[in-house]
């Protein structure tokens, strides 16, 4: 399972705080995409990057922002702004942007008090 | 854009009988569509795909069939195990295009002993 990491597994914050969720891959991918999942919505968009310097908004990324400064890591900041944040957030990556596998990290577990 | 819709959000089948999970998509454009499993407490792992210059794909007990007259793909597991117990996804996208997968809600699997 190695590849593509999260940290930290748990997170815990108060509300009102921004927060950022690290994801590193070591695949050389040029695609990486952050995911919320709650339970039965399945796993829905918040950001995705074909390219470094670059990336997209998808369907909720309102209260979030990426960076995508190395091809390596593409950290998500949660802000104060999203009004419910508490949930479980996946990213992933893959060689190109569509039509190749996505690998997904391990997920992290935010919990905003 | 692409909407993906996935049936049943739930399925118990006893072990040994076969499970059969539906979805459906909206884009005509859209020609990949691979199907991702998730066990409790793991990310979720690509385990079959297809695109849309077949009608089938098998791998082992599991098989995929796309109508793209009817929009329509399934994913087909035979001979059930307990550790076939998962949620499932289905996903689609344009291969040609920029835009990445588009999820299906899930379909969570219990594989009874």
């Known amino acids: 399972d190695g590849g593509i990491t999260q940290s930290p597994k748990y997170l815990f914050r108060k509300e009102g705080q921004n927060v950022t969720l690290s994801c590193e891959q070591n695949l050389n991918h040029d695609a990486m995409y952050w995911y919320r999942q709650d339970p039965g919505q399945g796993l829905r968009l918040i950001y995705y990057s074909q390219i470094v310097n670059d990336f997209q908004k998808g369907d909720i990324a309102e209260g979030y922002s990426v960076s995508r400064e190395k091809k390596e890591s593409f950290p998500l900041t949660v802000t104060s702004a999203q009004k419910n944040p508490t949930a479980f957030y996946l990213c992933a990556s893959s060689r190109g942007p569509v039509g190749n596998e996505q690998f997904f990290g391990p997920g992290t577990r935010l919990t905003v008090l | 854009g692409e909407n993906v819709e996935q049936h049943p959000s739930t399925l118990s089948v006893q072990e040994g009988d076969s499970a059969v999970i539906k979805c459906t998509y909206s884009d005509s454009a859209s020609n990949y569509f691979p199907w991702y499993k998730q066990e409790l407490g793991k990310r979720p792992q690509l385990i079959i795909d297809?695109?849309?210059?077949?009608g089938e794909k098998k791998d082992q007990r599991i098989a995929v069939t796309l109508n793209k007259t009817a929009k329509h793909f399934s994913l087909h597991i035979t001979e059930t195990q307990p550790e076939d117990s998962a949620v499932y996804f289905c996903?689609?996208?344009?291969?040609?295009?920029?835009?990445?997968?588009?999820f299906g809600k899930g379909t969570r699997l219990s594989v009874i002993a």
């Open positions: 996903a689609a996208a344009a291969f040609s295009g920029n835009t990445p997968l588009v």
């Open positions: 297809i695109r849309s210059n077949v």
